[in-house]
């Protein structure tokens, strides 16, 4: 399993170990860890998911899954399931 950081020096307690899943649309928040294998974690690199991008929240399907999210310029689709393994820091 692929385990990137971007580590900063404050990190609010609240949010300590936020998920990209639990971001509300139209909030942002820095992308710290991807923890997911190796091959999924290279696909969402590709796709502009690094550590240190500032990602929003967009819109979702009318079920809530997947969800829409916004990273370097691009609008993408997540599952729920792969966004859990996304960790965030809300960003200031």
Not at 9 to 36: C, I, N, S, Y
Not at 47 to 56: A, D, E, N, R, T
Not at 63 to 78: I, K, M, N, Q, Y
């Amino acid at each position: 399993m692929l385990q990137l950081s971007f580590s900063r020096k404050h990190r609010p307690p609240d949010r300590k170990h936020a998920t990209l899943a639990e971001l509300r649309e139209g909030e942002q928040a820095v992308l710290e860890r991807l923890d997911l294998p190796e091959d999924n974690a290279r696909r969402l690199m590709e796709l502009g998911f690094l550590p240190g991008q500032i990602v929003s929240a967009a819109h979702s399907a009318p079920s809530g899954d997947p969800r829409v999210f916004r990273v370097d310029g691009s609008e993408v689709a997540l599952r729920r399931e792969t966004a859990r393994h996304l960790k965030i820091r809300v960003a200031d």
